[in-house]
């Protein structure tokens, strides 16, 4: 599964909840392209999976945790804004 899609399910998943902000504030924009770099980007395919693996143990009631994997993807979002936008 890639990135875009993991954070749509998360997103449709959290939708009966309520709002997460931390959850919603992810772009699918930026994280279709974080999949493309991936693909011919060795620093945007480690981060791309060391974000599917915290992503993997996610629980709808874990504010610290949610707050954790933001942060943690804020450095490759940068980076591929910087280096793959168009």
């Known amino acids: 599964m890639n990135l875009h ?16 902000g931390i959850l919603f504030s992810f772009s699918l ?5 974080i999949d493309e770099a991936s693909k011919h980007d060795s620093f945007a395919k480690k981060t791309l999976n060391e974000i599917l ?4 143990n996610y629980k709808k009631d874990c504010d610290s945790y ?3 994997v933001y942060l943690f993807s ?8 910087t280096n793959f936008s168009q």
Do not use: F, M, S, V
Request: aromatic share 6%; net charge positive; charged share 40%.
């Open 5 to 20: 899609d993991r954070i749509q399910e998360l997103i449709r998943e959290q939708h009966g909840y309520g709002h997460n």
């Open 29 to 33: 924009k930026l994280c279709k392209k």
């Open 53 to 56: 693996k915290l992503l993997k």
């Open 66 to 68: 949610k707050k954790r």
């Open 74 to 81: 804020a450095k490759p979002l940068i980076y591929i804004q």
